[in-house]
């Protein structure tokens, strides 16, 4: 097995970033201090590797490699939390590598089991296994969970529940009083936790709600799902992400319906490509670059031997209003009513 620097450390008997400044920065350390971790680092036989020539990059990264796991590098909600945890892990002079699970259980588990030898800290975005079970496969390795909560665990949470309550008083002063939300991945803690935020608000406030079946989270999903929000004869719908939003908007026009005469839409997360489509859709913002960031800086923090409690940092949702919402065109009573669930 590769020697690492967190082995090095713990040889010596100092804290890891102490390990690392032997590397980066030796003038910093006492001379007894600097000469234990590069003895330590001799009988290991572990070697500082050197960065990649030009861009300014120091000459080491200090050892330190971190994981980034997502569930799909296409959607460009996990690119900006993929460049903002690069850009973090540049920053503290890590090394970060990203892999992608394509959203799938097993593969995420194996992706994982493959990468905690290697790395000396893991990242995993939206993970499809449950919080306990990643944490228990990544075993020593410290961990961060974005998106997915756990107890006494460090988690970076987008929490919906503003985001989705501005929504509501968005489109019930619109006028809608019978809405749908699209589901993504099942195994998905952002699915579930819409959800629920969906089913108290609309019961609070007296609306009707349709929560439709699973979607892949794409843009074909949601044209698949444009059928089903149809027939649910609801005015407006809430959709699990931009991407899925989208689809139904390009279902919706082939359906023969207008957006946002016949039906208003809403996404969430707000991607680049929100704000020009046609019409530009109304989405709900999260927060996934500064969720990148705080993840690496969770995991810098516990490589450096920090003793501290684990935190779980909730960020804020807001809703963005564009031009896929509008006021409803048709009297309730001409469109079929919703099943109650």
Request: glycine letters at 10%; aromatic letters at 2%; one cysteine or more.
């Amino acid at each position: 097995m590769t020697v690492t620097l967190t082995d090095v450390a713990k040889s010596a008997g100092v804290a890891l970033s102490t390990a690392s400044r032997a590397f980066t920065e030796p003038e910093r350390l006492a001379p007894t201090t600097l000469r234990k971790v590069l003895a330590a680092a001799q009988e290991l036989g572990y070697h500082s590797p050197a960065g990649a020539p030009g861009g300014g990059r120091p000459a080491d990264t200090g050892g330190i490699t971190v994981a980034v796991v997502v569930p799909d590098i296409a959607n460009p909600v996990f690119g900006a939390f993929v460049k903002a945890a690069q850009g973090q892990g540049w920053h503290r002079r890590q090394t970060v590598v990203v892999a992608d699970t394509d959203g799938g259980v097993e593969r995420e588990h194996d992706v994982i089991e493959h990468l905690r030898t290697r790395v000396d800290g893991i990242v995993v975005c939206s993970p499809r296994q449950r919080a306990d079970q990643v944490v228990e496969l990544c075993g020593p390795v410290p961990v961060v969970l974005v998106n997915r909560e756990l107890a006494g665990g460090d988690c970076v949470l987008n929490d919906a529940s503003d985001g989705l309550r501005q929504t509501l008083d968005h489109l019930e002063a619109l006028g809608h009083r019978r809405l749908a939300y699209i589901q993504g991945s099942p195994h998905s803690w952002s699915n579930q936790h819409r959800v629920e935020i969906m089913r108290a608000l609309t019961g609070e406030r007296g609306l009707e709600l349709a929560v439709l079946g699973s979607q892949a989270e794409t843009v074909d999903g949601g044209v698949a799902a444009a059928a089903s929000v149809a027939a649910s004869g609801a005015t407006a719908v809430v959709a699990h992400n931009d991407l899925v939003a989208l689809g139904v908007i390009r279902g919706a026009r082939a359906l023969g319906l207008e957006v946002p005469a016949d039906l208003s839409v809403v996404g969430i997360d707000d991607v680049p490509v929100a704000g020009i489509g046609s019409p530009p859709l109304t989405s709900i913002r999260t927060q996934m670059a500064r969720a990148g960031a705080l993840s690496l800086d969770l995991v810098h923090r516990a490589l450096a031997g920090e003793r501290r409690t684990p935190r779980t940092v909730r960020l804020a949702t807001q809703l963005v209003v564009r031009g896929s919402t509008g006021r409803v065109r048709a009297p309730e009573g001409a469109r079929p009513a919703i099943p109650t669930h």
